[in-house]
């Protein structure tokens, strides 16, 4: 969704049907997300956050105007946005979903007391869930979030080392944005950035960005590998272009 809206947006060398195709998957996604998969957050929030990182990093004004009407709409209709909220949230399992999560978090920080500076060892906090109990229950169970999941396999170490690959991505994707040729490789950069930010978005509502086997199986690294590929798309673009930085 980010690389089609970023292509849509700034790749003014695509032909007008390629735009407006990409434009209209873009505008698919966020529809079947809002309003058809409402209740599923992970389907529709990191990709809205992924669009305004966009804004802001390829048309800072417009992203500002656009943060800016958004903040004024909801301020206008602030009573509506608090019922959409509050009805959201409840809606659902979302409530079951947000209390289980909580609870985990609680006893897998039981767990990760015994390590919090190398974590347990790959998936092997799972096998030690059914000693701390969840909700008056002593069952196996996952944290459903990408940072928690790391401090417990890997500890604040591994954390910190996952951070650092995160700066470093961000980074050179901020020095590219400028120094690419305008066009595929520009918009590519652009969506590659907001993508990112979506991605660490997502992570804090499920496992994501580094799937938990044992929860969704390996099944589930089919919706995680797409957004690394991606990633290391800005490391590839990075190489074509290193001979000729100023390039246009």
Not at 97 to 124: D, E
Not at 160 to 170: D, T
Request: aromatic content about 12%.
């Amino acid at each position: 969704m980010a690389l089609a809206f970023s292509q849509a947006m700034f790749n003014r060398r695509l032909h007008l049907l390629g735009r407006l195709g990409t434009a209209g998957l873009a505008c698919a996604a966020l529809y079947v997300g809002i309003v058809v998969l409402r209740d599923w957050l992970s389907g529709w929030l990191p990709p809205l956050i992924a669009v305004g990182t966009i804004l802001w990093v390829g048309a800072p004004r417009l992203g500002c105007l656009a943060t800016l009407g958004c903040v004024a709409a909801a301020a206008v209709n602030l009573p509506n946005v608090i019922t959409k909220v509050t009805t959201l949230v409840a809606s659902g399992d979302n409530p079951y979903s947000l209390s289980s999560r909580i609870a985990a978090w609680r006893a897998l920080a039981k767990i990760i007391c015994f390590n919090p500076v190398l974590g347990l060892g790959p998936a092997n906090y799972y096998h030690s869930t059914p000693l701390f109990p969840i909700l008056g229950y002593y069952v196996h169970f996952s944290s459903h979030n990408t940072y928690v999941d790391l401090i417990a396999q890997t500890g604040f170490l591994g954390l910190g080392c996952f951070l650092w690959f995160v700066w470093e991505v961000g980074r050179l994707g901020w020095t590219l944005r400028k120094r690419v040729p305008a066009g595929f490789a520009q918009a590519y950069v652009y969506g590659a950035l907001g993508g990112l930010v979506g991605t660490l978005a997502s992570g804090m509502l499920g496992d994501w960005v580094l799937p938990f086997v044992y929860n969704v199986t390996l099944t589930g690294f089919r919706a995680s590998v797409l957004g690394w590929l991606f990633l290391g798309g800005i490391v590839a673009i990075e190489r074509m272009t290193h001979a000729e930085p100023d390039q246009r």
